[in-house]
């Protein structure tokens, strides 16, 4: 049997907490919650002149092992006032340390939108960032075209942001095909870890009229201003910014 990567292991294991959130609950039922949950913007904010910041609560990560403790609301809180667009709150549990209570904790103490960061693969974890997030992240490597169409529509028709992350070419025309107006590059290859910054400059170009957000590997002022001028509207920033959250003014005031 051959070795499951880090993005297949997690995915099996979002598979099974989405059968369990499926015993739980009813589709219909959490359709409806997830109609009514007011939403921000995500898009929209994005969308702002100037380069958008999308700053990430990750506790730890499967490349990087333990990163830092922080409570999320004190944490989101001190990034919306470093000037972020939007929070990024990691909710995967076992390698990232994440879950739904540091979602809405986060979103409790700001005002602006907020992403849920996870292994998405199930139309009820779609309905249930409805419940609570403003946008959802679907990774492309996931899904067949049909399977990512259908989960952006959904997405959209409750009224969250779909932002769909690509990693290749072959991704890229998938993440077009399914009519997502976001679209994440991520600099991070999910199979071995390696960060390319080249990969936004690369995938960029392809995909005119969408809204870009350039993810992963932007660890300075410099960085994120190679990714604005590569056509970044937004960039989403982990690690370095969990490390030193002054870096999120610093990237946000970049015009
Ligand atoms: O910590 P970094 O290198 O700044 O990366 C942030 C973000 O892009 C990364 O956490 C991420 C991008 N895509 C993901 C998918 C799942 C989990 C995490 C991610």
Known sequence: MSRATVLEELAA????????????????????????????????????????????????????????????????????????????????????????????????????????????????????????????????????????ARYVSLAVEVGLTPLVEIHDEEEADLALESGARVIGVNNRNLKDFTVDLGTFERLAPKLAGATLVAESGVRTVEDARRMRDAGADAVLVGEAAMRNPELVARMASLT
């Open 13 to 148: 294991a979002a598979l099974l907490r989405a059968g369990e959130l499926r015993e739980g609950t009813d589709l219909d039922t959490l359709y409806q919650e997830a109609l009514l949950f007011e939403k921000r913007d995500f898009a929209a904010a994005l969308g702002n002149p100037g380069l958008s910041v999308v700053s990430e609560i990750k506790r730890a990560s499967p490349s990087a092992g333990a990163i830092r403790e922080v409570d999320p609301a004190e944490w989101g809180g001190g990034y919306q006032r470093e000037g972020a667009s939007c929070l990024s709150v990691l909710t995967e549990p076992d390698r990232f340390k994440g879950s739904l209570e540091d979602l809405d904790a986060a979103r409790n103490n700001t005002t602006i939108p907020v992403i849920r960061k996870d292994f998405t693969v199930d139309e009820a974890q779609v309905l249930e960032a409805g419940t609570r997030a403003d946008a959802v992240l679907l990774i492309a490597a996931l899904f067949d075209a049909a399977t990512l």
